[in-house]
Nanobody, 121 residues
């Protein structure tokens, strides 16, 4: 089994910062891709930032220059540093990890439980 746990959400004023963490544990051979998504009420889930399996990085235009994705491979962890937060960044943030469980396995996607980020004065 693979467990994915997120942390770091909360309430912050406009212009503030938060750092989200997402850690995977359990039966893991390697992690193929890592990404952060968000879903605001009434909206579809959208990509925020990701490391792809092709070892490239994608960042949504709406957060470019404000958010940074990083990873600690030895800890099976991905981070999202969010600076200069805006009210429109308010959403539930989810991480998605593409996990390879054994040397002969294909990757499977695992989602975190979500963490609420609220930007409000």
């Amino acid at each position: 089994q693979v467990q994915v746990v997120e942390s770091g959400g909360g309430l912050v004023q406009p212009g503030g910062s938060l750092r989200l963490s997402c850690a995977a544990s359990g039966s893991i051979f390697s992690i193929n891709a890592m990404g952060w998504y968000r879903q605001a009420p009434g909206n579809q889930r959208e990509l925020v930032a990701e490391f792809t399996s092709a070892r490239s990085t994608n960042i949504a235009d709406s957060v470019k220059g404000r958010f940074t994705i990083s990873r600690a491979n030895a800890k099976n962890t991905v981070y999202l540093q969010m600076n200069r937060l805006k009210p429109e960044d308010t959403a539930v943030y989810y991480c998605k990890l593409s996990v390879i469980r054994t040397i002969i396995s294909r990757p499977n996607d695992y989602w975190g439980q979500g963490t609420q980020v609220t930007v409000s004065s």
